[in-house]
């Protein structure tokens, strides 16, 4: 099994920086694509940002020029720092990795509980 556990968010003042961590553990063999999405009350849940293995990024506009998305290949970790926070990025974090589990063959999606991200106008 793959465990996610985001870390980072927090409560802060527009125009602030936040650095959000997800750090992969368990029983991997591999770890391919990664990505961040948020969920704001009464909305669903978007793409933030994603990377790829090789470090190729996508960004959703909304965030594009203010977050930067990156990975420790070692640390089995990724970490999306973010500034010039505004207060319509709040909403709650989730990263997502698509893994191989040890003795497995099948590449499955795993979610974190996500971390609460709060911009104060």
């Known amino acids: 099994q793959v465990q996610l556990v985001e870390s980072g968010g927090g409560l802060v003042q527009a125009g602030g920086s936040l650095r959000l961590s997800c750090a992969a553990s368990?029983?991997?063999?591999?770890?391919?694509?990664m990505g961040w999405y948020r969920q704001a009350p009464g909305k669903q849940r978007e793409l933030v940002a994603t990377?790829?293995?090789?470090?190729?990024?996508n960004y959703d506009d909304a965030v594009k020029g203010r977050c930067t998305i990156s990975r420790d290949n070692a640390k089995n970790t990724m970490y999306l720092e973010m500034d010039s926070l505004k207060p319509e990025d709040t909403a709650v974090y989730y990263c997502?990795?698509?893994?191989?589990?040890?003795?497995?063959?099948?590449?499955?999606?795993?979610w974190g509980q996500g971390t609460q991200v709060t911009v104060s106008s």
């Open positions: 997502k990795v698509r893994a191989l589990a040890a003795y497995s063959v099948v590449w499955r999606d795993y």
């Open positions: 368990g029983s991997i063999f591999s770890i391919n694509g």
């Open positions: 990377i790829t293995s090789d470090g190729d990024t």
